[in-house]
């Protein structure tokens, strides 16, 4: 099977109607040889998948169809809450115009700390020690409401600006999300604007024109006594204020280079370096998260639609229904005779937003 990595972070398609070529042979089931993919009839709720069955050997089809299952496992770093870090050098830090952004995936906002998911030098409760930008964890106890705040520094005169929406809306636990930070490098209302998943900003603040640096590098999943739990997949920064035309093309995985200055796809699997794929060099130092990989078997974990009968070879389709708006799933087609199972590849595909 496909064990390639899929979905957003690669650019794979996005389309919803999925052809998947399955292959059952005599003897053993073989691995596919073609997938190709068609653009019509997608929902924000439902998808069309069709299968092909090439060759059934000289038995009969006897059960054919697709699994699928929400929400795709990527490549990437899983980190423990307590001192897992990767360390980015400072080749990569934004000195003006800068887009922020990164896939996470939280296990959980303890409320007894202040996780950190990606910043400077200095905690949030200490003004002066506060260095570039941060993402941290704030639970806000007046209001007993979780809130994910950036901080971005200003050089010029050490002032912080702050984006506080609440976490919930932002960052939930347990679930992908897709967050970005843009700032225009000029001192001015809603210069720094803040994105989750789509193309529409969720909070902004006062931009700011040379964001302050105390030390040559940063770090991601820790800062100071502040620790992020969970995972995260792929990583990018630009020298300049990506509009949202060019966000929502990062959020549907298509390649945004101009400007790029560091991208940490996080698919490495093994070893202590987090590497560059921006050219740039800006390779990163793992200390303490663990690799994981994806786990493409969606037998058992997922639903099931299938047909049952005397089957002959050549296409099938289903309309998987009650899906998610805005969402990825992935598929994978089968086809079954009284000697085995064929497989196709496990396919990655995402349902319309809602307008």
């Known amino acids: 099977m496909n064990k390639k990595k ?82 980015l050098p400072a080749g990569s830090q934004p000195t003006g115009a800068f887009t922020l952004a990164i896939w996470c995936k939280p296990t959980s906002w303890d409320h007894a700390d202040y996780p950190m998911l990606l910043g400077g030098r200095g905690l949030r409760k200490y003004e002066d020690g506060l260095s570039g930008i941060t993402i941290t964890r704030y639970y806000d106890a ?27 809306n932002i960052a939930p636990a347990r ?51 502040n620790c992020f739990k969970g995972i995260v997949s792929e990583v990018c920064i630009y020298d300049r204020a990506l509009n949202a035309t060019e966000i929502k093309a990062l959020y549907n995985g298509q390649d945004v280079t101009g400007g790029l200055r560091g991208l940490w796809k996080l698919d490495e699997s093994s070893g ?26 969606v037998i058992g974990v997922g639903d099931v639609l299938y047909e049952t009968g005397n089957l ?17 799933y992935r598929i994978m087609a089968f086809a079954e005779n009284q000697l085995g199972i064929g497989y196709g590849n496990v396919i990655s595909c995402k349902t319309l937003e809602k307008s």
Do not use: M
């Open 272 to 297: 202590e370096t987090a590497y560059d794929s921006s050219r740039n060099d800006n390779h990163g130092l793992i200390r303490g998260p663990e690799w994981i990989l994806p786990d493409w078997d």
């Open 312 to 328: 002959g070879t050549g296409t099938y389709s289903f309309n998987i229904v009650g899906l998610e708006p805005d969402t990825w």
């Open 142 to 168: 007046k209001t007993a409401t979780d809130k994910l705040y950036f901080d971005v520094a200003d050089e010029a005169n050490a002032a912080r600006r702050t984006i506080a929406p609440l976490i919930n």
């Open 175 to 225: 679930e992908w999300s897709f967050i970005v930070l843009t700032n225009s490098g000029v001192a001015e209302t809603g210069g720094l604007k803040l994105y989750r998943n789509n193309a529409v900003p969720v909070g902004n603040a006062t931009g700011v024109e040379r964001v302050r640096w105390l030390d040559s590098f940063w770090t991601l999943g820790r800062n100071s006594t």
């Open 6 to 87: 899929l979905a957003q972070v690669t650019g794979f398609c996005t389309v919803a109607i999925i052809i998947i070529v399955v292959i059952t042979t005599l003897s053993p089931p073989a691995e596919p040889i073609l997938v190709t993919y068609n653009c019509t009839d997608c929902t924000t709720t439902s998808l069309k998948a069709r299968g092909e069955v090439i060759n059934g050997g000289a038995s009969t089809i006897t059960r054919r169809g697709f699994y699928y299952y929400k929400d795709l496992l990527y490549y990437g770093l899983e980190f423990d809450g307590d001192n897992d870090q990767v360390v």
